[in-house]
């Protein structure tokens, strides 16, 4: 970028104590500071997003995961003859009506509220 000074900004400058080419250098110095530090936030912002997706992707994991444990919690309460959820007694009916394993019905049904009967 050039810059260009009037006479009566040269004369200002000049008051301050400076050459108007430190003045220029100094503002090129500025310019490129301000670059600088503009390419290094967007380096971040892009890190944070990578950062952001990698975390999602691991708390997904780690919900199905403790999913999976659920499922085996309430498989041992069935065999021991304790009471089990609803949403297993949902899953072990479409299993035997569908022939699908518990485990496919039962991740089908992980974001599925089941209806509350209040009558």
Known sequence: MIYAFTEVEKEQ????????VEFKRNLRMIESMG????HAWNGLIKLAEVVGRICCEVCKKLIGMVDDIRLAFEEIQENYDYPTSRRYKVVK???KCTGLEKREVWKMTRY???ARSCC
């Open 93 to 95: 009916i479409l299993s």
């Open 35 to 38: 670059k600088a530090v503009s």
């Open 13 to 20: 400058i000049e008051s301050s104590g400076m050459m108007v």
């Open 112 to 114: 599925t509220r089941l």
